[in-house]
C-alpha cells in the first residue's frame, strides 16, 4: 500500500499543487478517501 501511494503523489498533479511529501499526502487522501476532485482537494490544503 505504501509503494501505491508513493507513486501515486508521484504524480504531476500533487508534485506541481503542494510543496511536499506531507501536503501530497494529505492531497491524496483527500481525493481517495473523501472523494473530493481536484480544485476541491486544492482548496482544502491550508498549511
Not at 494529505?26 to 480544485?39: I, L, T
Request: avoid cysteine; proline fraction near 2%.
Amino acid at each position: 500500500m505504501y509503494d501505491q501511494i508513493k507513486a501515486d503523489i508521484g504524480q504531476s498533479y500533487y508534485q506541481q499543487n503542494f510543496p511536499n511529501d506531507g501536503q501530497r499526502f494529505v492531497a491524496w487522501y483527500v481525493r481517495n478517501v473523501h472523494g473530493q476532485d481536484a480544485n476541491q482537494t486544492k482548496f482544502a490544503i491550508t498549511d
